[in-house]
Each structure stands twice: as structure tokens, then as C-alpha cells.
């Protein structure tokens, strides 16, 4: 059995995230997004998985290679091109465009096909829905979900008769103009005449130009119903909720990884905590190589990734620290996300650390700036050496 994973976009939504990492490599619990959909894949005997990739594609292809950690057979596609002088270019052509490339290719889809959007975890029962979808005689079929209406304007609205089969398909439409509240999940079933009906050389998009085509012939495209896990990460908002509902436990199948040394703590390798006046109160996971220093307070869910500094005094509630980061002396970081020189809060509010009126965190891999105290205690310090 053969699958797509779509992962050429830029993930403007989750920014600043994806300043550095393509949206597919965001972390959770340690592991890529598209780390969980590969393994999941091969549980239901898919071996063999297209990727197209643009926007960072070095970061993907060198995490996973081609695929035989993973039991798979991975292949790329590149959607951009090369300038005289070398230059590699990133210039995406839809996620319709990106598989008829591959097609045009090397004719990969000669089978039906499991296309998977490379930015959401899912637990959905592949072969049920592959059966369905035979049962049906479908060419293509949507995994769809009910989502309140105040959310549709942010996904491909399906509008399907009593039967499943969609009649209309709405790409982000307007709320007050949308015909249906359940959505596409970014979980696809295709046959090859599906491939066949993209244009080749040109830009072209599943959501805005495919499915409205194969609505507007009546073929035989069909919506399917499931129970299912589907955490997507639409927006930095997004991402910090699924990883609360994840080290909490609501989500099943994930496991918090290091080492559990109390009820709601797990550490990674050669950490060090300085228990003297601090407070950690569940679940919290400490990376391998932080630091914690004395009179610190973290409250989770809250992660902090490996190779962090946390510094005396500073308090953490619920919040997601990237590696390296280094929170200074007395800060308090209430709900927020950190990632290199950015926070961004639960409502997706971003702030670049310059706008901070004094210093909040700092880089400890990049940067090597101290805190007004470490830099008091060092001048103290060359005081007493001199005199």
C-alpha cells in the first residue's frame, strides 16, 4: 500500500515556529508531528510514502532519510528550482500540483492512495476507512469531522447527502456562508483517475480546486463519518492545547518519555534540579542537560526541552519551553510558548524578546548574554580578586 504525506506549505498560521522548522518537524513530546504519521502508516502496512517538501526541506530529508528506521521506504519531491549560482529556491505548487508532479514523475500512484496532511497527529482506523471507501466504489474519499460553527472558516467545509457523497466542498468559506459545520480533516483516499484529473505544470490546490471539480462532475467522491483522534495544528494556539491534552493524559497512544522520579515528573538524561525552595507540581517533563536552579515554581502541563537554563526565582505555569532556552532570575512565564527569541502566548500573541523592556530569556546554545545578577556577582567577584 502506498501513501502521500503533504509537506511542502510554510505554516504561516504557527509562525514563529516555522521560521526555523517546517511545520511537519514541529516537536511533540520529542518527536517530529510526521515522526507519529509515518509510524502510524507502517502499523497498517504502508511501506512505501511519497513526501513533498519546500519550504526547509533539508530539515525533513535529513531527519528521515529514507525511512528505514522506520520500516518504511520514503521518497521526496521538491517543489522549487535551482538559480545559475546555486541558489535553492522554495516555490510550492499546491498540494494537488505537488502530486501530479510526482505522477508525471515516475507514475508513483498506480494504487490507492492514502494522502495524510503533515501537520496533525491522528489514531484514525486505516483499514476501516480503506473498506468503506471500496464498499462505496469511491474514487476519492474525505475523512471529515464535526467542528463547531464558529471554526469553519478555517478548514474545507463538506456539504454530503445522506448517502456520504459530497455534492459541494467549500474551502475555508465565511461562517454566515458556509452549507455545513463538519470539515475536511486533511485525511484522503484516492484512486489513480483521481491523479489523472490535475493539471499537469501548473499550481493547483486539493481543497480550493480539486474537490470543488470532482463535486461539480458527480463522481463518485465520498465524505466518511469516524470516531477518531485527530489533534491539529492549525495555529500556535493549537499546538500549545494539543500538548497540554497531551502530557495530561487525555490523549491516548502517547507516552511522556525519560524517566517518571515522582508522580507527574519525568526527566531525560543528566539533569540537574536544585530542590532547595523549589516547586514542580505535575505533569511536567525536564529535558535531558536542563538546569534548575534553587526557588524555582513550575506548574504544568509544562515542557521544557533539553539543554535549558532555568534560573533562580523564575516561575513557569503551563507553558512549552524550546531547547536551549534560558529563563533568567524572577521571570514569570504564564501560558506561553518559547522558541529562540520568540514568545507567543495561548491567543497566538507573538513578541520578539527586543520588545520586552528588560530581558526575559535568552538563547543559551546562541547567545551568551548574562542576568543583571550574574553580571553584579562577577564584577563583585574581579573586586575581590583585586584588591
Not at 459541494?168 to 491523479?195: C, D, H, W
Request: contains cysteine.
Amino acid at each position: 500500500m502506498k501513501a502521500m504525506i503533504l509537506a511542502a506549505g510554510k505554516g504561516t498560521r504557527v509562525r514563529p515556529l516555522t521560521y526555523d522548522l517546517p511545520k511537519p518537524m514541529i516537536p511533540l513530546l520529542g518527536k517530529p508531528v510526521m515522526a507519529y504519521l509515518v509510524e502510524h502508516l507502517h502499523k497498517y502496512g504502508v511501506t512505501e510514502i511519497m513526501v513533498n517538501v519546500s519550504h526547509l526541506h533539508e530539515k525533513i530529508e535529513e531527519y528521515f532519510g529514507e525511512g528505514h528506521q522506520f520500516g518504511v521506504q520514503i521518497g521526496y519531491s521538491f517543489e522549487g528550482y535551482t538559480t545559475d549560482s546555486g541558489e535553492v529556491v522554495a516555490e510550492p505548487i499546491g498540494s494537488a500540483g505537488g502530486m501530479k508532479k510526482i505522477q508525471d514523475f515516475g507514475g508513483f500512484f498506480d494504487d490507492t492512495t492514502i494522502v495524510l496532511c503533515g501537520d496533525a497527529l491522528i489514531d484514525l482506523d486505516l483499514k476501516a476507512a480503506l473498506l468503506e471507501h471500496r464498499r462505496k466504489g469511491a474514487l476519492a474519499s474525505v475523512i471529515t469531522r464535526e467542528v463547531p460553527w464558529d471554526k469553519v472558516s478555517s478548514y474545507g467545509v463538506v456539504v454530503a447527502d445522506e448517502d456520504g457523497r459530497i455534492t459541494r466542498f467549500q474551502e475555508k468559506p465565511k461562517q454566515e456562508e458556509a452549507l455545513s459545520n463538519f470539515i475536511s480533516t486533511g485525511i484522503y483516499i484516492f484512486e489513480p483517475e483521481v491523479i489523472d484529473m490535475i493539471p499537469s505544470g501548473v499550481p493547483f490546490d486539493i481543497g480550493s480546486e480539486l474537490f470543488p471539480l470532482l463535486a461539480e462532475k458527480g463522481l463518485p467522491f465520498y465524505a466518511q463519518k469516524r470516531p477518531f483522534n485527530w489533534l491539529d495544528i492549525g495555529s500556535v494556539g493549537d499546538y500549545w492545547e494539543v500538548l497540554q491534552n497531551v502530557l495530561t493524559g487525555e490523549i491516548n497512544n502517547f507516552d511522556v518519555p525519560g524517566i517518571q522520579i515522582e508522580p507527574g515528573l519525568w526527566v531525560g538524561l543528566n539533569t540537574s534540579i536544585d530542590w532547595h525552595g523549589t516547586r514542580i507540581e505535575g505533569p511536567v517533563y525536564i529535558g535531558s542537560g536542563v538546569r534548575i536552579e534553587p526557588g524555582v515554581t513550575i506548574v504544568g502541563p509544562t515542557w521544557i526541552g533539553h539543554g535549558s537554563h532555568i534560573c533562580e526565582g523564575a516561575e513557569i505555569v503551563r507553558s512549552v519551553l524550546f531547547e536551549y532556552t534560558r529563563v533568567l532570575n524572577d521571570v514569570t512565564l504564564h501560558e506561553m510558548i518559547v522558541f529562540k527569541d520568540y514568545s507567543v502566548d495561548r491567543a497566538g500573541q507573538m513578541k520578539h524578546a527586543s520588545e520586552y523592556r528588560s530581558e526575559e530569556w535568552l538563547n543559551a546554545r546562541d547567545r551568551r548574554r548574562m542576568s543583571r545578577k550574574e553580571v553584579a556577582n562577577d564584577s563583585a567577584s574581579l573586586e575581590k580578586a583585586t584588591a
